[in-house]
Nanobody
Protein backbone atom coordinates (compact mmCIF):
# COMPACT_ATOMS: atom_id res chain seq x y z
CA UNK A 1 0.00 0.00 0.00
CA UNK A 2 1.29 3.41 -0.95
CA UNK A 3 0.02 6.90 -0.28
CA UNK A 4 1.44 9.92 -2.07
CA UNK A 5 0.49 13.39 -0.86
CA UNK A 6 0.91 16.49 -2.98
CA UNK A 7 -0.16 20.11 -3.08
CA UNK A 8 0.25 22.78 -0.46
CA UNK A 9 2.92 25.44 -0.54
CA UNK A 10 2.76 29.05 0.53
CA UNK A 11 -0.72 30.54 0.91
CA UNK A 12 -1.82 33.92 2.17
CA UNK A 13 -4.16 34.12 5.17
CA UNK A 14 -7.73 33.81 3.98
CA UNK A 15 -6.60 31.97 0.89
CA UNK A 16 -7.28 28.47 -0.35
CA UNK A 17 -5.37 25.47 -1.53
CA UNK A 18 -6.03 21.81 -2.19
CA UNK A 19 -4.08 18.74 -1.17
CA UNK A 20 -4.22 15.41 -2.98
CA UNK A 21 -3.41 11.92 -1.77
CA UNK A 22 -2.99 9.15 -4.31
CA UNK A 23 -3.80 5.75 -2.85
CA UNK A 24 -2.54 2.54 -4.41
CA UNK A 25 -2.03 -1.09 -3.56
CA UNK A 26 -5.22 -1.71 -1.63
CA UNK A 27 -6.89 -5.07 -2.18
CA UNK A 28 -9.55 -4.48 0.45
CA UNK A 29 -12.99 -3.28 -0.64
CA UNK A 30 -13.26 -0.74 2.16
CA UNK A 31 -10.85 1.41 4.13
CA UNK A 32 -10.55 4.86 5.64
CA UNK A 33 -8.24 7.66 4.53
CA UNK A 34 -7.36 10.41 6.93
CA UNK A 35 -5.47 13.67 6.92
CA UNK A 36 -3.27 14.59 9.84
CA UNK A 37 -1.04 17.59 10.38
CA UNK A 38 1.95 18.43 12.50
CA UNK A 39 3.06 21.97 13.23
CA UNK A 40 6.59 22.75 14.44
CA UNK A 41 6.98 21.79 18.06
CA UNK A 42 3.51 20.26 18.27
CA UNK A 43 2.10 16.78 18.22
CA UNK A 44 0.53 15.32 15.13
CA UNK A 45 -3.20 16.02 15.10
CA UNK A 46 -6.08 14.54 13.18
CA UNK A 47 -7.73 16.84 10.62
CA UNK A 48 -10.34 14.82 8.77
CA UNK A 49 -11.17 11.40 7.37
CA UNK A 50 -13.32 9.76 4.74
CA UNK A 51 -14.52 6.17 4.60
CA UNK A 52 -14.86 4.25 1.36
CA UNK A 53 -17.75 2.31 2.93
CA UNK A 54 -20.28 5.09 2.42
CA UNK A 55 -18.24 8.18 1.63
CA UNK A 56 -18.97 9.80 4.97
CA UNK A 57 -16.52 12.36 6.33
CA UNK A 58 -15.63 13.79 9.68
CA UNK A 59 -13.65 16.89 10.60
CA UNK A 60 -11.78 18.27 13.56
CA UNK A 61 -13.52 21.25 15.13
CA UNK A 62 -10.58 23.48 14.22
CA UNK A 63 -11.20 23.00 10.49
CA UNK A 64 -14.93 22.30 10.33
CA UNK A 65 -16.63 24.62 7.87
CA UNK A 66 -13.32 25.56 6.23
CA UNK A 67 -11.90 22.24 5.00
CA UNK A 68 -13.69 19.72 2.79
CA UNK A 69 -12.56 16.19 2.11
CA UNK A 70 -13.61 14.35 -1.04
CA UNK A 71 -12.47 11.57 -3.33
CA UNK A 72 -12.86 10.15 -6.79
CA UNK A 73 -15.36 7.34 -7.30
CA UNK A 74 -12.95 4.52 -6.42
CA UNK A 75 -11.20 6.53 -3.70
CA UNK A 76 -7.91 6.17 -5.53
CA UNK A 77 -7.34 9.87 -5.00
CA UNK A 78 -8.48 11.77 -1.95
CA UNK A 79 -8.61 15.55 -1.78
CA UNK A 80 -8.55 18.08 1.03
CA UNK A 81 -9.90 21.45 -0.05
CA UNK A 82 -8.67 24.04 2.42
CA UNK A 83 -10.42 27.43 2.48
CA UNK A 84 -10.11 30.52 4.64
CA UNK A 85 -6.68 29.42 5.75
CA UNK A 86 -5.21 30.80 8.96
CA UNK A 87 -1.59 31.05 10.09
CA UNK A 88 -2.33 28.33 12.66
CA UNK A 89 -3.06 25.94 9.79
CA UNK A 90 0.65 26.00 8.95
CA UNK A 91 1.91 22.44 9.26
CA UNK A 92 3.13 19.40 7.43
CA UNK A 93 0.06 17.53 6.25
CA UNK A 94 0.07 13.74 6.03
CA UNK A 95 -2.42 11.35 4.50
CA UNK A 96 -2.83 7.97 6.14
CA UNK A 97 -4.90 4.81 5.73
CA UNK A 98 -6.79 2.71 8.24
CA UNK A 99 -7.06 -0.71 6.57
CA UNK A 100 -8.72 -2.41 9.54
CA UNK A 101 -11.73 -0.24 10.28
CA UNK A 102 -14.07 1.01 7.58
CA UNK A 103 -17.26 2.21 9.32
CA UNK A 104 -16.17 4.03 12.46
CA UNK A 105 -13.75 6.83 11.69
CA UNK A 106 -10.85 6.89 14.12
CA UNK A 107 -9.22 10.16 15.12
CA UNK A 108 -5.93 8.94 16.56
CA UNK A 109 -2.79 8.43 14.53
CA UNK A 110 -2.12 5.01 16.03
CA UNK A 111 -5.27 3.65 14.35
CA UNK A 112 -3.82 4.34 10.89
CA UNK A 113 -1.40 1.71 9.68
CA UNK A 114 -0.19 3.20 6.39
CA UNK A 115 1.27 6.67 5.96
CA UNK A 116 2.36 8.82 3.09
CA UNK A 117 5.10 11.39 3.13
CA UNK A 118 4.06 14.84 4.29
CA UNK A 119 3.46 17.98 2.30
CA UNK A 120 4.08 21.41 3.78
CA UNK A 121 1.41 24.08 3.93
CA UNK A 122 2.58 27.51 5.04
CA UNK A 123 -0.01 30.21 5.68
CA UNK A 124 1.71 33.56 5.82
CA UNK A 125 1.55 37.02 4.32
Amino acid sequence: VQLQASGGGLVQPGGSTILSCEVSGFTLPYYIIGWFRQAPGKEREWVSSITKYDGSTEYADSVKGRFTMSSDAEMNTVFLQMNNLKPEDTAIYYCAADSIGYIVIQRTASEYNYWGQGTLVTVSS
